[in-house]
């Protein structure tokens, strides 16, 4: 508040010491002015990014909502397959198989959408996979990793290794794709390096592609029901 004239002091060294006060004053409030200025940007950009953030929660859950209607039809046409009286029947073996692959699609699904949303509740231990009968003929294939730069010359010590089955088929013989991909570390040198997984047709599926062309052809081009192939 300005003061009247009348209230001014008449002494030069009280008007100079009231004049210093006033700057000071108005210095502390342009600063408070300017933090809240830069308060009110962050709390922008922070909305901006919730948006964002909404956009994308929206996209996924989307996304994950028509992957498990597609796999529920999918249940609902197996159902159909294994207990329909005019339809190709599966074997127990192929509905099991099947139905086992469809739950883990769901799971992932249900899982993708957990992430997205941030949820703190305890994750659902994956079920583990059945192993293939140990009399099928193993393939190794070992996918060894490029030799990062930097690291030429150097001795690489293995320290471990991702292992994952895939069932295969060549003309009446079935075998296991067993794909390798070595982790390594150099000494004196920080990191862990590995080959990246190579694309499969169906991702994170266990039969190959020759194994998918196989029933495909059998079943389409030779007229084979599905239960004369799993020899139900």
Partial sequence: MTRPVSQLPDDIDALKAMIAAMAEQRLQLEVRNGELETRNDELEARNSDLAASNTHLEAVNKTAAQRIARLTEILKELRRARYGRRSERLSEDQFAFVFEEIQIGIAAAEAELAKA?????????????????????????????????????????????????????????????????????????????QAPAPAHLIEGGIPTEALLAHIAVAKYADGLPLYRQGGG
Avoid at 127 to 153: M, N, S, W, Y
Avoid at 155 to 170: H, M, N, P, T, Y
Wanted: hydrophobic share 35%.
């Fill in 117 to 193: 949303g941030g949820a703190d509740k305890a994750k659902r231990a994956p079920r583990p996979r059945k192993g293939f009968a140990e009399h099928l003929e193993r393939i190794d294939v070992v996918i060894e990793p490029e030799t990062p730069q930097g690291c030429e010359g150097l001795d690489k010590v293995l320290i471990g290794e991702d292992v994952s089955e895939r069932l295969d088929v060549i003309p009446a013989q079935f075998r296991v794709i067993v794909t390798r991909r070595p982790k390594y570390a150099y000494k004196g040198f920080d990191g862990v390096f």
